[in-house]
């Protein structure tokens, strides 16, 4: 039994004395104690060492004592462990040096044997369980299968992901044999990851907004659905769609425990697009933690009055920006702590 179960509990729907809070990215570059690991070791490094992992999935935790802890590490090692190199370069970002064009290419990528390549994160969730002695649940996340095909194609970061849209586009054959196989990666990744001890797993499609309604169900949507579809019985699942608004509706409709919002939907049209049953999170504008603390604090108490303290998870629309000051990110925290609801 978790200790602290208010996160657990609103993904069930349950009614709570206060919504849970945590910061998607909560474990990273804001921190003095992350920057810290980061000037001693390289990323992957951090990653793929399970005492570092760990250490850095708690930091915030010790600090500002969320609700639920998010394992560090990152959504490409999933495009990693299929064969396809990523690196990730210090103020650039993720770098694909054979990104994928053609057909034969797509034919080279693997389906692996994720138990094997990737068991340094088992190993990283379990010494996080240690860490964590029950007091909070642990989450575990993977990108969408649009979102990995994104920086496939592209080979790097991009404002609006043409290349990877083109391929899309004019090779749909490709393009859905590579979404299958980074869905069918997925899913045993993120059984594997329930298996070794995440409480509740989150895909985050952070480019499904790039794309059309339309596109979106055909190139993201379907593929995430699948992921949902196999993990619901053996675990609770967020989806957060950065900018997709449009698509809610259709995804309240399916087996997610929990939908996460962007700070572009208000409150209200979240609740009226998804029907009102279905648990959100979100949507607190990462700039916004940028205001003075009292302003922070009187903004959170608002959306927790917009989206009701039931049915609810407090968190950012994205994650947190790595100059946010900690006085700042300590009263988003605390404004959720101290909320105490109007009956
Ligand atoms: O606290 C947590 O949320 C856990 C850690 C986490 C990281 N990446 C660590 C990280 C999570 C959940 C991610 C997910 C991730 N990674 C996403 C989806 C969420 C989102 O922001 O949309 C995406 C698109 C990536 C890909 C990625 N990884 C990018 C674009 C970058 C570089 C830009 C950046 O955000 O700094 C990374 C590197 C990365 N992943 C860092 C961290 C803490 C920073 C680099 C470093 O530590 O050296």
Not at 94 to 99: F, V
Not at 150 to 155: A, S, T
Not at 214 to 241: M, R
Not at 263 to 287: E, K, V
Request: aromatic share 10%; net charge neutral; proline share 6%.
């Amino acid at each position: 039994m978790i200790n602290n179960d208010l996160f657990l509990k609103a993904l069930k729907g349950e009614t709570v004395e206060r919504p849970p809070v945590w910061m998607m990215r909560q474990a990273g570059r804001y921190l003095p104690e992350f920057i810290a690991i980061r000037e001693k070791y390289d990323f992957f490094t951090r990653c793929k060492t399970p005492e570092l992992a760990s250490e850095i999935t708690v930091q915030p935790i010790r600090r500002f004592g969320m609700d639920a802890a998010i394992l560090f590490s990152d959504i490409l090692v999933i495009p990693q462990a299929m064969n396809i190199e990523v690196q990730m370069k210090p103020n650039f970002g993720p770098y694909l040096p054979n990104p994928i064009h053609s057909q034969k290419e797509v034919d080279n990528v693997i389906v692996p044997d994720v138990k094997q390549e990737l068991d340094y994160v088992y190993q990283a969730i379990k010494a996080t369980k240690e860490l964590l002695n029950n007091e909070i649940p642990l989450i575990g996340f993977a990108g969408s299968p649009w979102t990995i095909l994104c920086y496939c194609v592209e080979g790097q970061g991009s404002k609006t992901f043409n290349k990877a849209k083109e391929f899309c586009f004019t090779n749909p054959v490709a393009a859905h044999q590579l979404l299958q196989k980074i869905t069918d990666t997925t899913i045993a990744y993120l059984k594997e990851k329930v298996l070794a001890g995440c409480n509740a797993v989150q895909i985050f499609d952070s480019w499904g907004g790039m794309l059309s309604p339309t596109d979106y169900q055909e190139f993201s949507w379907q593929y995430i659905n699948q992921i949902i579809e196999a993990l619901k019985d053996l675990t609770p699942v967020i989806a957060f769609g950065k900018g997709c608004w449009f698509a809610l509706h259709e995804m309240s409709k399916s087996n997610a425990s929990a939908l996460g919002i962007d700070w572009t939907c208000t409150a209200r049209n979240a609740r009226y697009l998804t029907g009102g049953n279905i648990t959100l999170q979100g949507n607190f504008d990462p700039s916004r933690l940028l205001s003075p603390p009292s302003e922070i604090k009187k903004m959170v108490r608002q959306m927790i009055d917009e989206f009701g303290k039931d049915k609810y998870i407090v968190n950012l629309g994205h994650g947190i920006l790595p100059n946010i000051p900690l006085e700042n990110a300590k009263a988003f925290v605390d404004a959720v702590k101290e909320y105490e609801p109007v009956y």
